[in-house]
C-alpha cells in the first residue's frame, strides 16, 4: 500500500457518528443533512476530504474567535439546535469568507453585538458535523449557568495535536496534507488574535481560565503547536505570561509573547506577516489583521 495514502483516509467522523447527533436517525431532516454533507465529501469525513482545508478554517475561526454551540431550548434557539459564530472584524470576515466557498454557508450579523457573526446557510449542519470531532468543545448550559469554551480546558481539536505529533516524520503526500491543515489552523489564530503591545513586543491574548497554572499549561501548549510547523521563529515556554484578571482578580490571562525578532523570524522564513512595525501607528491592542496573511495563502 502506497504510505502516502495512510493519512489520506484516516476518516475523522463517520455518518453514523453524524446521525447520532439527531434524536430521530432516520428523520427525513437528519437524512437530508446527511446527504448533503455527503455530497460535499464531508461524510464521512476523511483527513484526505476534499473540502476538509475548508472546514478546518471556519472551525479555526469559531474555535479562536467564537464558538460552537447546542441549543438548551431558551431564547431564540431551541433545545438540541446546533449553532457555530465568531467574532471578526471586517477583513478577516472578508477572508475566511473566501477561504470557505465552496462549503456553501454565508456569515449572519447577530443583532445588538458588534462584528459578532453566526454561520446562517447550512450552519447547523456544519455545527453537528463538528460537534463529533473528537475535541471540539461544545458550548451549552443555560443562562443562569451557562457552559463557556474554556470550561472545558480542551479547545485544540484531536485531529490537530494527531497531526501535529507526527508533522515532522511525514512525507509525501501525508506531509502535504498536514502541513495545509495545521499552517490554516495557526494562521487563522494570528490573524483574529494578534496584537501589538506597547511595548517591545507583539501578543496574543488566549481564553480566561481559572487559575494561572490552567492558562500557562494551555499557552505551552500553543507554543508547541506553533513550533512544530514554524520553528524557525523560535518560540519557547518562556514566551508565555499569565497574570491575574478582573475585578477581585478571580482568573487569570495569559498571553504568548512575540518580540519584534520573532516577528521578523515569522515574516523572513514562512511569509506569515506583512506588516510595519513602526509603533507610531500600531496603538496599543490594534489589530494587525489588515495587513496579514490570509489563512487561504
Known amino acids: 500500500m502506497d504510505k502516502a495514502a495512510l493519512l489520506e483516509n484516516l476518516i475523522i467522523v463517520s455518518e ?54 447546542k441549543g438548551s ?5 431551541r433545545h438540541g439546535q446546533f449553532m457555530m459564530g465568531a467574532h471578526l472584524d471586517v477583513p478577516t470576515l472578508e477572508s475566511i469568507t473566501d477561504a470557505t466557498s465552496g462549503l456553501e454557508i454565508d456569515f449572519g450579523p447577530i443583532p445588538g453585538r458588534d462584528n459578532n457573526f453566526y454561520v446562517s446557510d447550512n450552519g447547523a449542519a456544519y455545527a453537528r458535523l463538528a460537534s463529533k470531532i473528537p475535541g471540539v468543545p461544545v458550548s451549552g448550559g443555560t ?12 479547545i485544540i481539536p484531536d485531529y490537530i495535536w494527531f497531526l501535529a505529533d ?36 507583539f501578543l496574543i491574548p488566549l481564553f480566561k481560565t481559572e487559575t494561572k ?19 524557525r521563529i523560535g518560540l519557547s515556554e518562556n514566551s508565555v505570561r499569565s497574570s491575574r484578571w478582573g475585578k477581585g482578580r478571580t482568573s487569570s ?32 491592542g490594534k489589530k494587525l489583521s489588515t495587513k496579514k496573511r490570509s489563512p487561504n495563502k
Not at 37 to 61: D, E, W
Not at 143 to 154: A, Q, V
Request: charged fraction near 25%; glycine fraction near 8%; proline fraction near 5%.
Open 166 to 201: 507526527r508533522y515532522r516524520w511525514l512525507t509525501g503526500k501525508d506531509k502535504d496534507i498536514a502541513r495545509k491543515i495545521l499552517t490554516d489552523f495557526i494562521n487563522v489564530l494570528f490573524q483574529t488574535k494578534m496584537g501589538v503591545d506597547s511595548g517591545s513586543y
Open 253 to 284: 490571562q495569559t498571553r504568548i509573547c512575540f518580540p519584534e525578532e520573532m516577528v521578523w523570524a515569522a515574516t523572513k522564513h514562512y511569509g506569515l506577516f506583512d506588516i510595519s512595525l513602526n509603533r507610531d501607528f500600531l496603538p496599543l
Open 73 to 77: 431550548g431558551e431564547g431564540v434557539r
Open 213 to 231: 497554572e490552567e492558562g500557562e499549561e494551555f499557552g505551552k501548549k500553543i507554543v508547541k503547536l506553533i513550533s512544530a510547523v514554524y520553528p
Open 16 to 69: 453514523a457518528d453524524y446521525l447520532a447527533t439527531y434524536q430521530h436517525p432516520g428523520h427525513y431532516q437528519a437524512k437530508n443533512s446527511s446527504r448533503f454533507l455527503g455530497q460535499k465529501g464531508l461524510l464521512p469525513l476523511r483527513y484526505g476530504s476534499p473540502l476538509f482545508p475548508q472546514l478546518n478554517i471556519l472551525l479555526s475561526a469559531c474555535l479562536w474567535s467564537g464558538s460552537i454551540s
Open 143 to 154: 443562562k443562569e449557568h451557562p457552559e463557556r469554551k474554556g470550561s472545558h480546558k480542551k
